[in-house]
């Protein structure tokens, strides 16, 4: 990968991006398979943390597990573009927020503990700004486990896992908002977590263990800034299928090679007639395209209606809101 050179930062962020250790010191353990002190990866994750290339090293949330969420886009006229991403990024339910080459230009995800938290965002986004906005909702997911490999072609990616929400306690909406925000980045940091929403080490680590085999954390690990990492030709493909031809089609298209996430969502009538989503991330326009031209001669996709949307600006990425928080003044 050209922008990752060092050899064990690659094999960090290529081995931990998904089954972080939940023990006392998990640094440790990653300092014992790279062959380093505990100290060095401490200090290589906070300079790529640093310099924008992870995000934190924390917790992605399975859809609907425990909150809300939908993907949202208006159509910004170019000359308020800033402006109304300012409004759109202030609103502390909105977890991701790109600029997006079409009519409908910017496009975000808006995040809250229930439905209504989403819908009162969006109101309000729709109200200060004064533009459409239109809500995407997820119908099922496909593919949402997006993790990224430094070095070959192959990106493992587990198959989905079914969500048991039966395990869920009071108390985990703050541990999974802790994790959602990332890890310390200290020899503890499940004690240190702990601490802050007034609970011992032990009882964390537990509970951690539990939502991650109940499906509710779908991904432990260090979380990259892939714009940062080199994959910058990045494209939402929406595509014009019947619902029915779904079934076939999501999958097939979840599967295929240089597709990194993939869902069905609801069309906005009249305006928006898309139901089947994918995201291509490549390293360049050309590498994206090659990928889309071979996923549109899937059996399943054939003379499907489609639209490709570049990304051109990231204005916003953190994890997802799951406990209230007081709105953006």
Same mark, same amino acid.
């Given at each position: 990968m050209e922008h990752i050179t060092d050899p064990i930062d690659r094999r960090l962020l290529d081995e931990f991006q998904r089954n972080f250790p939940v023990t006392d010191r998990p640094f440790q353990v990653l300092a014992f398979t790279l062959g380093l002190d505990e100290i060095e990866v401490l200090d290589r994750l906070a300079r790529m943390r640093a310099t924008g290339r992870i995000t934190r090293v924390g917790a992605t949330i399975a859809p609907r597990a425990v909150s809300a969420s939908t993907l949202a886009t208006v159509a910004a006229p170019g000359e308020r573009l800033e402006e109304v991403a300012a409004m759109?990024?202030?609103?502390?339910? *909105?977890?991701?927020?790109?600029?997006?080459?079409?009519?409908?230009?910017?496009?975000?995800?808006?995040?809250?503990?229930?439905?209504?938290?989403?819908?009162?965002?969006?109101?309000?986004?729709?109200? @200060?700004?004064?533009?459409?906005?239109?809500?995407? @909702?997820?119908? @099922?997911?496909?593919n949402v486990d997006l993790g990224f490999r430094m070095s070959g072609k192959t990106r493992n990616v587990p198959s989905p896992r079914k969500i048991d929400r039966s395990v869920l306690q009071d108390g985990d909406r703050a541990l999974l908002?802790?994790?959602? $925000?990332?890890?310390?980045?200290?020899?503890?940091?499940?004690?240190?977590?702990?601490?802050?929403?007034? @609970?011992?080490?032990?009882?964390?680590?537990?509970?951690?263990?539990?939502?991650?085999?109940?499906?509710?954390? $779908?991904?432990?690990? *260090?979380?990259?800034?892939?714009?940062?990492?080199?994959?910058?030709?990045n494209a939402m493909v929406v595509w014009d299928l019947p619902s029915e031809q779904i079934d076939a089609a999501g999958p097939a298209l979840a599967a295929h090679p240089g597709v990194t996430l993939c869902y069905e969502r609801c069309p906005a009538e009249g305006v928006w007639p898309y139901r089947l989503y994918s995201m291509i991330h490549a390293r360049t326009r050309s590498e994206a395209l090659e990928i889309l031209a071979s996923a549109r001669a899937l059996p399943d996709l054939f003379g499907a209606q489609?639209? *490709?949307?570049?990304?051109?600006?990231?204005?916003?990425?953190?994890?997802?809101?799951?406990?209230?928080?007081?709105?953006?003044?």
């Open positions: 759109i990024d202030a609103e502390p339910g *909105v977890n991701h927020n790109y600029q997006r080459e079409d009519k409908w230009n910017l496009w975000f995800v808006a995040t809250g503990p229930d439905r209504a938290h989403v819908n009162d965002t969006l109101a309000r986004i729709a109200q @200060r700004t004064g533009l459409q906005v239109l809500d995407l @909702r997820l119908v @099922r997911p496909f908002q802790a994790l959602s $925000s990332g890890l310390p980045l200290v020899a503890e940091p499940y004690a240190m977590l702990a601490q802050s929403i007034g @609970r011992d080490a032990a009882g964390v680590m537990d509970r951690i263990e539990v939502l991650h085999r109940a499906g509710i954390i $779908s991904r432990l690990g *260090v979380i990259v800034r892939h714009r940062a990492l080199g994959w910058s030709a489609h639209k *490709v949307l570049f990304s051109t600006r990231c204005f916003k990425q953190t994890g997802a809101l799951i406990q209230p928080k007081e709105a953006a003044a």
